[in-house]
């Protein structure tokens, strides 16, 4: 009896769950596509405006003053050994080494939204380029 | 015949190797037949000087054209003059060319500037103007003709019309890769004077001529271009020698074209990668050019250098002095009539960090 009301439970369970999903787990639909990518889009654009933004160190100095349409900065090659910084670095810890010297500015946290942006941005600017990682 | 002079008689006369060693500036030699006729000048490019705030300037700039100054007043034999080659301003603000001025006023020579975008889109060259006199101009020295023209203008609308403010103006030319700056061009006021200064020189004077932008095409995304070169390339055409050096482009950059040579020079502010690193860009990146080394940005001075330039019976010899690489020189090869690397033109002598990408 018990287990009877148990199963019964569950199987209401079940049935209320699936009928409030719009969609299975591993269907998306364009309008899914269109979404991810006006919101990396979205990111990449804060990226740009980070990268040339005289705010985000402390001399007014830009990324895009020595990094124009982020040339030479190389993503595909991350991570890889930097001789100058002794070990093997994501890309980030270059980004910041770039905030501090030229920039004369305060590393970010890996996390910080700036960060981030700077990736998505420097990135878009190398789609189409194939995976190097460690290359000089 | 003149004795070349090499950089290291220059050094050896300085008596200053360390100094001399790392500063970022051009020295000209013009060689011919009657050796009193022979002379030097320097070429200084492109610092950027940037104001902060107050009496702030970005240090890494003032760095950069401090020493090229002091290194220029070092040379021995003395340049007969100094070319600026532009750019020496950021934001073209008053603060930043007299603290430009300021630092330039050190050099112990007559001194010859150029235009550079970043000293003219704030107030169109006016107070440019007041301290270096004339936008475009010529002058004959030793048996040379020097022509210096401003070639960093552009369309009236874009710049009379387009921006609400002078300081946006300048500020969306300044971006590099900002796809609301407009090409740069000399235009048709400049080339009909051009025309009529040409009409006086003989066809066998060697002319060199300065320009900020490239009088070429390279890559348009980044004004390494002047929208009418080749009309300005016509005009020099009929003449035996010509040898054009140009600043804006912060790289090693040398090409032929018909009987005129292009050299672009170094920059002592930070040097740019070359318009093939950027995955989308069409680009003419002239064939005959081995790069510069790549920049190691642990070295702030990296890939700003100088060089000093023999123009050897009218042809030039350029020798760009690197501070943390090994000079390079591009001479001109008479046999194949074109600029040429001394140690790196051959595919299979260059090395690895002269490959871009
Ligand atoms: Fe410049
Ligand atoms: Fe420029």
Redesign the interface.
């Known amino acids: 009896m018990e287990r009877i009301n148990k199963f019964g439970l569950i199987f209401l369970f079940m049935t209320v769950a699936g009928a409030a999903a719009t969609a299975i787990a591993d269907e998306f639909s364009q309008q899914d596509l269109t979404r991810w990518e006006s919101e990396y889009l979205s990111v990449v654009k804060q990226g740009r405006q980070a990268f040339t933004d005289p705010e985000l160190g402390s001399n007014g100095v830009t990324c895009a003053q020595c990094h124009p349409n982020a040339a030479n900065t190389h993503p595909e090659t991350y991570p890889k050994f930097q001789k100058q910084l002794g070990r093997v670095v994501p890309i980030w810890e270059m980004i910041n080494w770039c905030i501090r010297n030229p920039l004369e500015g305060k590393s970010l946290e890996a996390s910080d939204p700036r960060l981030v942006a700077l990736q998505a941005y420097i990135y878009y600017e190398r789609r189409g380029v194939k995976l190097d990682p460690g290359k000089h | 015949m003149s004795r070349l002079i090499t950089r290291r008689d220059f050094l050896k006369k300085t008596g200053v190797l360390a100094t001399a060693a790392t500063l970022p500036i051009s020295i000209v030699e013009l060689a011919f037949a009657d050796p009193t006729q022979n002379f030097t000048f320097a070429h200084i490019s492109d610092s950027h000087v940037?104001?902060?705030k107050g009496n702030?300037f970005?240090?890494?700039w003032d760095r950069g054209l401090i020493r090229a100054v002091a290194e220029v007043n070092l040379l021995n034999p003395k340049p007969d003059f100094v070319v600026y080659g532009g750019d020496l301003a950021q934001l073209a603000k008053k603060s930043e060319l007299d603290h430009g001025a300021e630092m330039m006023s050190a050099l112990n020579y007559k001194t010859y500037y150029v235009m550079g975008e970043h000293d003219y889109y704030l107030d169109l060259g006016e107070y440019w103007s007041k301290l270096f006199g004339p936008h475009y101009y010529s002058f004959d020295h030793k048996g040379v003709h020097f022509i210096v023209l401003n070639s960093i203008l552009t369309d009236d609308e874009w710049t009379y019309r387009r921006w609400p403010t002078a300081e946006q103006r300048m500020l969306e030319m300044a971006?590099?890769?900002n796809p609301n700056g407009s090409p740069f061009m000399v235009g048709e006021k400049q080339r009909e004077w051009l025309r009529q200064d040409l009409e006086k020189v003989n066809k066998d004077t060697p002319l060199v001529v300065f320009s900020h932008s490239p009088l070429q095409k390279i890559y348009k995304?980044?004004n390494f271009w002047t929208d009418d070169a080749e009309q300005v390339q016509a005009l020099l055409t009929p003449f035996k020698k010509v040898t054009v050096i140009y600043g804006h482009v912060h790289q090693i950059q040398y090409n032929q074209i018909g009987n005129i040579s292009f050299h672009g020079v170094m920059a002592t502010a930070?040097?740019?990668?070359y318009?093939s690193?950027?995955?989308?860009?069409e680009h003419y990146l002239p064939k005959l050019t081995v790069p510069m080394n790549?920049?190691d940005?642990?070295f702030?001075r990296d890939a700003t250098g100088w060089q000093f330039i023999n123009l050897a019976n009218g042809n030039v010899d350029m020798h760009y002095t690197l501070y943390d690489n090994t000079s390079r020189t591009i001479a001109f090869n008479k046999k194949n009539g074109q600029p040429e690397d001394s140690s790196y033109q051959a595919e299979d002598e260059r090395i690895?960090p002269q490959v871009?990408?």
């Open positions: 940037q104001h902060i702030q970005v240090r890494n971006g590099l890769d995304g980044w930070w040097p740019w990668p318009p690193s950027y995955a989308h860009a790549r920049a940005p642990f702030e690895p871009h990408y």
